[in-house]
């Protein structure tokens, strides 16, 4: 393994030493932040391009060093510069340019602010510890927090709260030690080119071990709460295994800390090393509250042929307990864009038909309206619901999350999407209807009418059949009438036949 100047070409910048900022402000504003809520991905770019005149030979760094005072610069491998020195006990790492003076005097402000209040409050901070500061806006602000490598865990200088650090809500200490820990993996993943012979190579093997049994997990189980699925845990364990007894560098440690900073997180969310933790995706951990209007489900599934209620079902399933996986996402939107194609494509031949049998004599125009209104319908919502979600099968899943939380109506859950993606395919089947009733009534002009009811019962029974020999023999019901419902519900995808109770 190549060495660390190999790796990541640190650089050196000299910097006045504290003493020298002797018109730094006495008092700065901290705000405690976590790694996960930096600006590092929604920084604004103003980026100043020129042409230079480059010299003849070869050029050589600035050898101009001060001794009392020294920053290291690192390039991230997905290239975001930062910059690292060391400073009473601890160490510091920022990513405000340090090129620029003014920026160099602020950080310096903050530093001898911070350095201040530890001095003045006597706390301790261990000798492996690392400060990350975050410039604000105001020169008289900075957003900070410290990161122990021995505990692997971040803290705060002040005391502080889950809720304004918007880390969500706890259930014991050690699953706040959980969220702290995952942090932390946060916090390396940002900043790995200058840590990486502190943290042990074990952290690659234990998560290959993590992994693999995250893999079996996956693969031996349909509702496994694990956050990869198998065939990701499969190419992420080849390149783990390339790594194996082999010393970390920065690039190896990136991708670790994020890998583990992932298993942490959905740690955290299922409640591991809990009393109760979670041990399958669709377990709710808790109460939920009753549905406000129920009658708005009992008139929507009858009219829409019961496909509302398997939406529904879907949707709670897919946003239980608030959380998405995304390989469950990603076959829920790709089976209802098919499902809304299939319906935008087979209106079509009904609205045809429809208009083409209004041209046969002692046809009524009456008549083929409401299959012609319901095709219509159907193909009108259809094209809506593709367009609104045109590529969101692809979507990460902290935006399927922020889809279905503003989906979910607190009174009804996710009742008005369900009905809303049961409108193309149940308003082409009520076209189908409406579409052979007009052609029964067409065919009662030449055949007669008792004729034509005996048809319409010769094709009620053969619905019945296919839906009878199609569905699990699993139901008693005494009537037909129960029996068809059941039968259709089963089609559908509702094993119980009688809809999941709100």
Avoid at 465 to 493: F, M
Wanted: aromatic share 10%; net charge negative.
């Amino acid at each position: 393994m190549a060495n660390h100047s190999s790796q990541c070409h640190s650089h050196i910048i000299s910097v006045q030493p504290l003493s020298d900022y002797s018109d730094a402000p006495a008092t700065v504003l901290l705000k405690p932040i976590t790694p996960a809520s930096t600006t590092r991905y929604s920084k604004l770019t103003n980026l100043y391009f020129y042409h230079t005149v480059i010299p003849r030979g070869s050029i050589s760094a600035s050898s101009s060093l001060d001794v009392r005072k020294k920053w290291s610069s690192y390039p991230h491998p997905e290239g975001q510069l930062y910059f690292k020195t060391r400073f009473s006990n601890y160490d510091v790492v920022t990513e405000a340019n340090i090129h620029r003076q003014e920026t160099e005097i602020q950080v310096t402000s903050c530093l001898k602010f911070i350095d201040d209040t530890i001095f003045q409050q006597q706390i301790v901070v261990p000798p492996s510890s690392e400060l990350f500061i975050e410039l604000d806006e105001s020169p008289f602000s900075c957003a900070y927090y410290f990161v122990n490598h021995d505990a692997r865990r971040i803290f705060w200088l002040e005391q502080t709260s889950t809720e304004l650090l918007d880390m969500g809500s706890i259930v014991s200490e050690s699953h706040l030690d959980t969220a702290l820990q995952r942090l932390y993996w946060v916090h390396v993943e940002f900043f790995p080119m200058h840590v990486y012979a502190q943290v042990s190579p074990q952290v690659v093997d234990d998560l290959i071990g993590v992994m693999s049994h995250g893999a079996a997990d996956r693969l031996t189980s349909r509702s496994s709460t694990f956050p990869y699925t198998a065939e990701k845990c499969s190419q992420l364990l080849q390149l783990l295994s390339l790594q194996r007894g082999r010393s970390l560098d920065g690039h190896t440690l990136c991708f670790v800390a994020r890998i583990w900073g992932a298993i942490e997180n959905q740690r955290f969310m299922t409640y591991y090393g809990q009393e109760h933790a979670q041990l399958d995706r669709l377990q709710i951990m808790t109460p939920e509250e009753d549905m406000d209007h129920p009658w708005v489900k009992a008139i929507a599934n009858p009219i829409l042929w019961g496909i509302p209620n398997r939406y529904f079902s879907e949707l709670h399933d897919l946003f239980a307990n608030e959380q998405v996986f995304v390989d469950q996402w990603q076959i829920f939107m790709t089976t209802c864009n098919s499902e809304w194609h299939t319906a935008v494509v087979w209106t079509f031949p009904v609205i045809i038909a429809t208009i083409l049998s209004c041209l046969l004599s002692r046809a009524s125009m009456s008549s083929a309206l409401p299959s012609i209104l319901s095709a219509s319908g159907s193909l009108a919502t259809g094209s809506i619901l593709l367009l609104k979600h045109q590529g969101l099968q692809d979507a990460t899943a902290s935006f399927a999350a922020r889809y279905l939380r503003a989906a979910k109506s607190h009174s009804i859950g996710m009742l008005p999407s369900a009905i809303v993606f049961s409108l193309p395919k149940g308003l082409y089947l009520w076209s189908i209807v409406l579409m052979v009733a007009h052609f029964l009534l067409l065919a009662s002009h030449v055949v007669g009418g008792l004729a034509m009811f005996a048809g319409a019962c010769f094709l009620t029974l053969l619905v019945w059949a296919a839906l009878y020999v199609t569905s699990p023999d699993e139901y008693d019901q005494s009537s037909i009438l129960s029996k068809l419902l059941c039968r259709w519900h089963s089609l559908q995808g509702d094993p119980q036949g009688l809809g999941s109770s709100v």
